[in-house]
Protein backbone atom coordinates (compact mmCIF):
# COMPACT_ATOMS: atom_id res chain seq x y z
CA UNK A 1 0.00 0.00 0.00
CA UNK A 2 1.32 3.27 -0.67
CA UNK A 3 1.56 5.42 2.43
CA UNK A 4 1.26 9.49 1.61
CA UNK A 5 3.82 11.56 3.69
CA UNK A 6 2.54 14.87 5.47
CA UNK A 7 4.75 17.67 6.91
CA UNK A 8 3.83 19.16 10.34
CA UNK A 9 5.97 21.71 12.75
CA UNK A 10 6.59 20.50 16.14
CA UNK A 11 4.82 22.83 18.88
CA UNK A 12 6.70 24.63 21.72
CA UNK A 13 3.73 25.51 23.56
CA UNK A 14 0.54 23.74 24.10
CA UNK A 15 -1.85 26.05 26.12
CA UNK A 16 -5.17 26.80 25.34
CA UNK A 17 -4.63 30.25 23.81
CA UNK A 18 -1.55 28.81 21.88
CA UNK A 19 -3.99 26.30 20.29
CA UNK A 20 -6.94 28.58 19.55
CA UNK A 21 -4.27 30.62 17.67
CA UNK A 22 -2.98 27.67 15.76
CA UNK A 23 -6.82 26.70 14.52
CA UNK A 24 -7.42 30.72 13.60
CA UNK A 25 -4.11 30.11 11.20
CA UNK A 26 -5.44 27.25 9.46
CA UNK A 27 -3.59 24.37 12.03
CA UNK A 28 -5.42 22.08 14.01
CA UNK A 29 -2.56 21.37 17.47
CA UNK A 30 -1.92 18.00 18.18
CA UNK A 31 0.25 15.11 19.60
CA UNK A 32 2.38 12.19 18.42
CA UNK A 33 2.56 9.64 21.21
CA UNK A 34 3.73 5.47 20.64
CA UNK A 35 5.76 2.58 22.51
CA UNK A 36 9.13 3.99 23.17
CA UNK A 37 8.49 7.76 22.56
CA UNK A 38 8.02 10.73 24.69
CA UNK A 39 5.18 12.11 23.18
CA UNK A 40 5.73 15.15 21.01
CA UNK A 41 3.42 18.61 20.17
CA UNK A 42 3.06 19.04 16.96
CA UNK A 43 1.25 20.87 14.49
CA UNK A 44 -0.79 20.34 11.15
CA UNK A 45 -2.40 22.44 8.70
CA UNK A 46 -6.21 21.92 8.63
CA UNK A 47 -6.43 21.23 4.75
CA UNK A 48 -3.67 18.72 4.89
CA UNK A 49 -5.55 16.66 7.62
CA UNK A 50 -8.53 16.36 5.64
CA UNK A 51 -7.10 15.05 2.51
CA UNK A 52 -5.30 12.79 4.85
CA UNK A 53 -9.11 11.64 5.84
CA UNK A 54 -10.48 11.86 2.54
CA UNK A 55 -7.48 9.77 0.80
CA UNK A 56 -6.99 7.77 3.26
CA UNK A 57 -9.89 7.59 5.67
CA UNK A 58 -10.42 7.68 9.40
CA UNK A 59 -7.77 4.12 9.79
CA UNK A 60 -5.38 4.75 7.54
CA UNK A 61 -1.73 5.03 7.64
CA UNK A 62 0.57 8.05 7.43
CA UNK A 63 3.94 9.56 7.43
CA UNK A 64 4.22 12.55 9.24
CA UNK A 65 7.52 14.74 9.12
CA UNK A 66 9.53 16.65 11.32
CA UNK A 67 11.60 19.24 9.72
CA UNK A 68 15.62 17.32 9.95
CA UNK A 69 14.01 14.52 11.42
CA UNK A 70 12.83 11.00 10.61
CA UNK A 71 9.16 10.59 9.93
CA UNK A 72 6.75 8.89 11.84
CA UNK A 73 4.62 6.78 10.99
CA UNK A 74 1.37 6.66 12.38
CA UNK A 75 -2.27 5.53 12.78
CA UNK A 76 -5.21 8.24 14.00
CA UNK A 77 -5.47 7.58 17.63
CA UNK A 78 -8.05 10.24 18.28
CA UNK A 79 -10.00 13.15 16.47
CA UNK A 80 -11.63 15.99 19.12
CA UNK A 81 -14.21 17.80 17.97
CA UNK A 82 -16.01 20.47 19.41
CA UNK A 83 -19.42 19.24 20.62
CA UNK A 84 -21.70 22.35 18.95
CA UNK A 85 -20.25 23.62 15.81
CA UNK A 86 -18.17 19.62 15.32
CA UNK A 87 -14.92 21.62 13.82
CA UNK A 88 -12.05 19.50 14.59
CA UNK A 89 -10.14 20.96 17.90
CA UNK A 90 -7.28 18.28 18.11
CA UNK A 91 -5.63 15.37 16.97
CA UNK A 92 -3.85 12.28 18.32
CA UNK A 93 -1.82 10.16 16.68
CA UNK A 94 -0.41 6.74 17.40
CA UNK A 95 3.52 5.54 16.39
CA UNK A 96 3.17 2.29 14.99
CA UNK A 97 5.53 -0.63 13.51
CA UNK A 98 3.69 -1.91 9.91
CA UNK A 99 5.46 -5.47 11.22
CA UNK A 100 3.31 -6.11 14.71
CA UNK A 101 0.26 -5.81 14.87
CA UNK A 102 -2.75 -3.02 16.31
CA UNK A 103 -6.29 -3.09 17.80
CA UNK A 104 -8.56 -0.91 16.04
CA UNK A 105 -12.46 -0.36 16.30
CA UNK A 106 -14.02 -0.20 12.85
CA UNK A 107 -17.30 1.14 11.60
CA UNK A 108 -20.18 -1.39 10.57
CA UNK A 109 -21.29 -0.31 6.88
CA UNK A 110 -25.13 -1.97 5.99
CA UNK A 111 -25.48 -2.35 2.48
CA UNK A 112 -28.71 -3.66 0.67
CA UNK A 113 -31.13 -1.32 2.70
CA UNK A 114 -33.26 -0.98 0.08
CA UNK A 115 -34.24 -4.49 -0.37
CA UNK A 116 -35.21 -3.72 3.29
CA UNK A 117 -37.33 -1.09 2.58
CA UNK A 118 -39.03 -2.66 0.08
CA UNK A 119 -40.02 -5.40 3.15
CA UNK A 120 -41.30 -2.93 5.56
CA UNK A 121 -38.76 -4.16 7.40
CA UNK A 122 -36.47 -2.54 10.03
CA UNK A 123 -32.85 -2.78 11.80
CA UNK A 124 -32.19 -3.29 14.94
CA UNK A 125 -28.43 -2.34 15.37
CA UNK A 126 -26.26 -3.13 18.88
CA UNK A 127 -23.29 -2.99 17.72
CA UNK A 128 -22.00 -0.11 15.16
CA UNK A 129 -18.43 -0.96 15.36
CA UNK A 130 -16.55 -4.20 15.85
CA UNK A 131 -12.65 -4.25 17.34
CA UNK A 132 -9.93 -6.04 14.65
CA UNK A 133 -6.64 -7.17 15.61
CA UNK A 134 -4.26 -6.93 12.49
CA UNK A 135 -1.67 -5.16 11.02
CA UNK A 136 -2.06 -1.49 10.29
CA UNK A 137 -2.26 -1.38 6.60
CA UNK A 138 -4.73 -4.10 6.32
CA UNK A 139 -6.99 -2.11 8.90
CA UNK A 140 -10.04 -1.82 6.37
CA UNK A 141 -11.98 1.53 6.38
CA UNK A 142 -15.35 -0.14 7.18
CA UNK A 143 -16.96 -3.48 7.67
CA UNK A 144 -19.93 -4.03 5.35
CA UNK A 145 -22.58 -6.09 6.53
CA UNK A 146 -25.36 -6.87 3.17
CA UNK A 147 -28.90 -7.06 4.56
CA UNK A 148 -30.87 -7.40 1.19
CA UNK A 149 -31.77 -10.88 1.81
CA UNK A 150 -32.49 -10.85 5.61
CA UNK A 151 -35.73 -11.46 6.61
CA UNK A 152 -37.95 -10.77 9.77
CA UNK A 153 -36.30 -12.20 12.60
CA UNK A 154 -33.04 -12.93 11.19
CA UNK A 155 -29.47 -12.29 13.08
CA UNK A 156 -26.42 -11.47 12.48
CA UNK A 157 -23.50 -11.52 15.22
CA UNK A 158 -19.59 -11.37 15.10
CA UNK A 159 -19.36 -14.88 14.10
CA UNK A 160 -21.40 -14.88 11.23
CA UNK A 161 -18.86 -11.92 9.77
CA UNK A 162 -16.39 -13.15 6.70
CA UNK A 163 -13.46 -10.99 7.13
CA UNK A 164 -10.00 -10.68 5.13
CA UNK A 165 -7.17 -13.21 5.70
CA UNK A 166 -5.14 -11.72 8.44
CA UNK A 167 -7.86 -9.78 10.23
CA UNK A 168 -9.54 -11.04 13.83
CA UNK A 169 -12.28 -9.43 14.91
CA UNK A 170 -11.77 -9.18 18.79
CA UNK A 171 -15.26 -9.53 19.81
CA UNK A 172 -17.42 -12.22 21.12
CA UNK A 173 -18.71 -14.29 18.13
CA UNK A 174 -21.76 -14.48 19.94
CA UNK A 175 -22.06 -10.68 20.20
CA UNK A 176 -25.40 -9.44 18.06
CA UNK A 177 -24.39 -6.75 15.54
CA UNK A 178 -27.99 -6.03 14.19
CA UNK A 179 -31.74 -7.92 14.72
CA UNK A 180 -34.21 -7.61 11.58
CA UNK A 181 -37.74 -6.54 13.03
CA UNK A 182 -40.81 -5.23 11.79
CA UNK A 183 -42.12 -1.21 12.38
CA UNK A 184 -44.07 -1.22 15.95
CA UNK A 185 -47.91 -0.26 14.98
CA UNK A 186 -48.85 2.22 17.71
CA UNK A 187 -52.53 1.94 18.28
CA UNK A 188 -54.27 5.00 19.90
CA UNK A 189 -57.64 4.47 21.50
CA UNK A 190 -59.62 7.17 21.52
CA UNK A 191 -62.27 8.02 23.92
CA UNK A 192 -65.85 8.41 22.24
CA UNK A 193 -68.00 10.42 24.25
CA UNK A 194 -71.79 9.58 23.42
CA UNK A 195 -74.38 12.32 22.59
CA UNK A 196 -76.12 13.39 25.31
CA UNK A 197 -80.34 12.53 24.05
CA UNK A 198 -81.65 13.47 27.20
CA UNK A 199 -84.43 16.15 26.81
Known amino acids: ?55 SGRNGVFKLELPDQDPYTVVIKEIQNDIISREILHVDFHKISLTEEIQTDVAIRFTG ?15 DAVTVKCLPQNTPETIDIDVSNLEKG ?37 DVEEADTSL
Open 113 to 127: MESLEKKKLLLATSL
Open 154 to 190: DTVKVGDLTLADGIIAQNNADDVIVVVTEPKIQVVEE
Open 1 to 55: MKINTVKINQRSRASSSANKRLRKSGYLPGAISGKEIQAVSVSIKKDDFRNMLTT
